[in-house]
Nanobody, 113 residues
Framework: QVQLVESGGGLVQPGGSLRLSCAAS????????MGWYRQAPGKQREPVAT???????NYADSVKGRFTVSRDNAKNTVYLQMNSLKPEDTAVYYC???????WGQGTQVTVST
């Protein structure tokens, strides 16, 4: 079992940036797809960005061109760089490997003036 711990969330103004990190307690080298998901109040959890073991990213339409997902298999860490943040990006962001059933506890991102 791999534990995932997110960090980097917080309060930011519209147009600002945040970088989320997801540290795994074990190797992620064999986990084909890892990703970031978010859940806003009253809404279902939705995928934001996923990345394959080879580094190919896939993004929700709402974040394309603003968010960048990356992974460092040597450091067992996945990142999400979020730029040009909007109020509608406000949510709890989760790191996960759904195929393995691995989820972090989530980190709050709030975009507001």
């Amino acid at each position: 079992q791999v534990q995932l711990v997110e960090s980097g969330g917080g309060l930011v103004q519209p147009g600002g940036s945040l970088r989320l990190s997801c540290a795994a307690s074990g190797s992620i080298f064999t986990i084909y797809v890892m990703g970031w998901y978010r859940q806003a109040p009253g809404k279902q959890r939705e995928p934001v960005a996923t990345i394959t073991i080879g580094g190919r990213g896939n993004y929700a339409d709402s974040v394309k061109g603003r968010f960048t997902v990356s992974r460092d298999n040597a450091k067992n860490t996945v990142y999400l760089q979020m730029n040009s943040l909007k109020p509608e990006d406000t949510a709890v962001y989760y790191c996960g490997a759904p195929d393995r059933g691995y989820w972090g506890q989530g980190t709050q991102v709030t975009v507001s003036t």
